[in-house]
Nanobody, 113 residues
Framework: QVRLVESGGGSVQAGGSLRLSCASF????????MSWYRQAPGKEREFVSR???????SYADSVKGRFTISRDKAKGTVYLQMNSLEPEDTAIYYC???????WGQGTQVTVSS
């Protein structure tokens, strides 16, 4: 197993930026492929972004061009740079170690208009 700890969430005005971090503790092999998901109140958890073992990134259409996922593979840490934030981005953001299907506890992001 691997333990994941998200940080960097907070409250920001529309148009602002936040940078989320996800630190991992445990087995490195679990963190070769990492994803970010989010869940807004009353909605299903949805995919946001992913970086695979080769560094290839993907994004949900709703965040493409505004969010950037990156990683420090050696440290097992993944980041999500969020720019031009919108109220619709308000959610709890979770990181996931895909190979072990492990989830972090989540960090709250609130964007006000």
């Amino acid at each position: 197993q691997v333990r994941l700890v998200e940080s960097g969430g907070g409250s920001v005005q529309a148009g602002g930026s936040l940078r989320l971090s996800c630190a991992s503790f445990g087995y490195t092999y679990c963190t070769y492929d990492m994803s970010w998901y989010r869940q807004a109140p009353g909605k299903e958890r949805e995919f946001v972004s992913r970086v695979d073992a080769d560094g290839i990134t993907s994004y949900a259409d709703s965040v493409k061009g505004r969010f950037t996922i990156s990683r420090d593979k050696a440290k097992g840490t993944v980041y999500l740079q969020m720019n031009s934030l919108e109220p619709e981005d308000t959610a709890i953001y979770y990181c996931k170690a895909d190979r072990c299907n492990s989830w972090g506890q989540g960090t709250q992001v609130t964007v006000s208009s």
